[in-house]
């Protein structure tokens, strides 16, 4: 048994679908935010990151990448857990067991009411030979804990799981509807390459109101519209604090401004068709009406995004974070020779607004951006190379990996900082997907 962190600050963030995404979207914001942390563990479900001081649990409404956000109780080595689950080793059980009914932490997270407590245990693993056994581990930590809290004179019980669940886990939707985050009643068993992690869910992603801000609001856009979860993404990535300006040149119906403002930003919209100009500015005014936002300037504009500093100025604002067009609309999976001519004809209109950016941009701030990223006909994917002239105006790509150290030998890290630091956001089911770009202005 090993526990080498500091409780208090080190936490579990449980990724989203896209798990490269929503590590990068920590990462930048908690670099903008001059947090100092060290991050101990990255696998493909969770993240194990001690932080200098405690982060507010409120850090998750900020976030759009984080499923939920645990606080360390102990850790234990994995291979303890690989012997007592996967070859049945008794004794290694016994560890397991006594570890977490003797853990100084595990006394403190539980807020019981005095009739029968009810609590829930959600098990996330990434090594093959552990995932079928996450119904047994389920179990078998269910118990560890009801017996635990028995002795302590609590009746309890554990929430259980459809059979058609693969994992044993709680959606965000179950741990909001029973109010286990008010109850300090969720425990999270995440299962890394060298240590296992028990912590207690102290924040969880609303679904709720990332759907109401797309189809509550009062004009939506369905086809061409970005998710506001990706947009608030994207904002993170551009290292967007409270307080700085942000510009959207292809704002469409003001996802993104959206998604900024709620993050404390000064927002500018600006789009060529006046429709969308006149959408965006009803959303926004929705958006400080529905959260009694006091503070955040917005406006929006009708323009041509390659013009930008004939509207604002040079070196007038400090990030751009955008969706531009994608192409049109698509019936059937292309070839790979339409997909290419998709993207010969958007690169002129995409390099056009890359100059302009440029100019409209102070130092050092960031460039984010997405462009089209096509399934051909034979599964293969064709996208367009900015990076090249992205460099040659005098922008530097970011790789959030690259500036980030993990503790220890960590192998997927190595993967990820060879990475080109581009991120893909394609569905299965899609012809067209998103690459997601971060550059620098030097």
Aim: proline residues 4%; contains cysteine.
């Amino acid at each position: 048994m090993t526990e080498t962190f500091d409780r208090n600050t080190t936490y579990v963030f449980i990724a989203g679908k896209n798990w490269k995404l929503s590590l990068a979207e920590i990462i930048f914001h908690l670099k903008a935010r001059s947090h100092t942390f060290r991050i101990i563990e990255t696998s493909k479900s969770f993240f194990v990151i001690e932080t200098e001081n405690s982060l507010d649990p409120t850090i998750i409404d900020e976030l759009g990448g984080t499923i939920k956000i645990g606080r360390l109780t102990l850790s234990i080595l994995t291979n303890i857990v690989t012997d007592a689950f996967v070859h049945k080793n008794k004794h290694a059980r016994t560890e397991v067991q006594a570890a977490i009914s003797q853990s100084r932490g595990m006394g403190e997270i539980f807020k019981m009411s005095p009739n029968k407590f009810v609590f829930g245990v959600s098990v996330y693993l990434d090594d093959a030979r552990s995932v079928r056994f996450s119904r047994e581990i389920h179990r078998f930590l269910g118990s560890t804990l009801k017996e635990a809290l028995a002795a302590k004179g609590t009746r309890s019980s554990f929430m259980g799981f459809p059979r058609h669940r693969k994992l044993a886990q709680l959606s965000h939707v179950e741990v909001l509807k029973k109010g286990l985050v008010e109850k300090s009643a969720e425990i999270l068993f995440c299962v890394g390459g060298q240590q296992a992690f028990v912590a207690h869910t102290v924040a969880v992603h609303n679904p709720f109101e990332f759907q109401k801000r797309d189809v509550g609001r009062p004009v939506q856009r369905k086809i061409f519209s970005i998710p506001p979860r990706l947009a608030k993404i994207m904002v993170n990535l551009a290292s967007c604090l409270p307080g700085m300006v942000l510009l959207d040149p292809f704002c469409g119906v003001g996802t993104i401004l959206q998604e900024a403002m709620l993050n404390g930003a000064h927002v500018i919209g600006m789009d060529i068709d006046q429709w969308c100009v006149k959408a965006s500015e009803k959303n926004l005014q929705w958006i400080k009406s529905e959260y009694k936002l006091k503070r955040g300037v917005s406006k929006v504009l009708v323009g041509d995004s390659r013009r930008l500093p004939s509207y604002l100025g040079k070196e007038s604002v400090d990030c751009i974070v955008t969706e531009p067009d994608l192409g049109p609309p698509l019936r059937h999976v292309p070839t790979e020779g339409h997909a290419n001519f998709l993207v010969r004809s958007l690169m002129p209109m995409y390099a056009g607004f890359m100059e302009s950016a440029y100019e409209t941009m102070k130092r050092n701030s960031s460039l984010v951006f997405v462009t089209p990223y096509f399934r051909t006909r034979g599964e293969l994917f064709v996208s367009l190379n900015v990076d090249q002239k992205a460099a040659s105006l005098g922008f530097e790509k970011i790789n959030a990996f690259k500036e980030t150290l993990p503790v220890g030998n960590d192998v997927l890290w190595r993967e990820l900082q060879e990475s080109s630091g581009s991120f893909f956001d394609i569905a299965e089911r899609h012809m067209v997907g998103r690459e997601i770009h971060v550059f620098r202005k030097i």
